[in-house]
């Protein structure tokens, strides 16, 4: 029988740490009961793992008891990461330490490591993710960047899955990796059961939807920021990304590199998605058409909005409007 460890924090723990780690016991509980009523021999042992013995784990409003500790595993198959605080990330206490060195040690014997929404700086801090693709909750985008430049980040996508290690998007988007998981581990037919007696939608797909655009500013580079300024000011107006680099007295090669390099964003990707977040809170607040929407954010070209808006967000401008506006609906 293979083992599953379902990681309990020692510390930097939310009220969203506890459903994460519920949500995981409870799905894989429920799977793994299908699965055997099905007639196939038992697949995992689940378990809900610390980093000591301590009996009880606590956040500010709930208990969680664990089943066992890392030192007394000797060896897992499948380790599913909780999210965490954020606001304690880049120093990690002595506890989670000892997390992120078993994880580390475990996927070398063979284990895949699963992280849902900001246990991904968790994840990322085992050094595992360097070079390759993860995606975690879009408000925390900016702070997962600097910390692990070497990571790919896409937030736009809700699961990634390379090299059995698996990540995820924000918030309560973990039910959805959990599903792809049960899939992978058993199969379809239980994975669309599960669905059904949780009522979770089954192969989303991105989180573009959910993401909101703040602009990326934590860096310092003082005319990028004046000419993000500018673009904010100014996005629904006609705008030449050759005559905004004229107007800050720099080459545009080097405009482009340094707008890349401080934002991680082209220029033009940067106005596109601008645009793109005045439209959609017009899309949720007014009733105002498409049409309207369109020529207020700066658009002349019904084609080319709906394009760049289906990419940023993953639904065209009418859909949108649809799911986010209840009086339109």
Not at 60 to 85: C, G, K, N, Y
Not at 104 to 119: F, K, N, V
Not at 267 to 282: F, I, S
Request: hydrophobic share 40%.
């Amino acid at each position: 029988m293979k083992h599953l460890s379902i990681l309990v924090p020692d510390s930097q723990t939310t009220p969203g740490t506890i459903a994460c780690i519920a949500g995981a016991y409870e799905l894989f509980t429920e799977a793994e009961a299908l699965w055997q009523q099905s007639g196939q021999p038992a697949q995992y042992r689940i378990e809900l793992v610390s980093a000591t013995r301590k009996p009880q784990q606590r956040d500010s409003l709930f208990t969680v008891r664990t089943h066992t500790a890392i030192e007394d595993i000797s060896r897992t198959d499948l380790i599913i990461i909780p999210s965490s605080l954020v606001r304690s990330y880049d120093t990690a206490t002595r506890s989670n330490q000892a997390l992120i060195d078993w994880m580390t040690i475990q996927h070398a014997h063979g284990a895949e490591l699963a992280s849902m929404c900001t246990g991904t700086f968790m994840l990322a801090a085992t050094g595992l993710l360097e070079g390759m693709t993860c995606s975690t909750h879009w408000a925390v985008s900016e702070r997962f960047a600097a910390l692990y430049p070497e990571v790919q980040l896409q937030t736009e996508k809700l699961i990634t899955d390379e090299s059995g290690i698996y990540t995820n998007g924000g918030a309560y988007s973990f039910l959805h990796l959990l599903l792809y998981l049960i899939e992978k581990h058993y199969d379809r037919r239980i994975a669309v059961r599960c669905a059904k007696i949780f009522q979770i939608d089954m192969d989303r797909s991105l989180q573009a939807e959910f993401s909101i655009f703040t602009g990326q500013r934590q860096h310092d580079d003082e005319l990028i920021l004046k000419a993000q300024a500018h673009i904010e000011r100014h996005y629904r107006q006609p705008l030449s990304i050759g005559h905004l680099s004229d107007k800050l007295h720099v080459g545009r090669r080097n405009f482009d590199r340094r707008f890349i390099k401080a934002t991680g964003l082209t220029p033009l990707d940067y106005l596109q998605r601008v645009r793109t977040e005045a439209a959609k809170r017009a899309f949720e607040t007014t009733r105002r058409t498409v049409q309207e929407v369109m020529s207020g954010v700066g658009y002349s070209d019904a084609k080319a909005f709906r394009e760049v808006f289906q990419r940023i967000t993953g639904l065209s401008p009418a859909d949108y409007k649809a799911r986010y506006n209840r009086q339109a609906a």
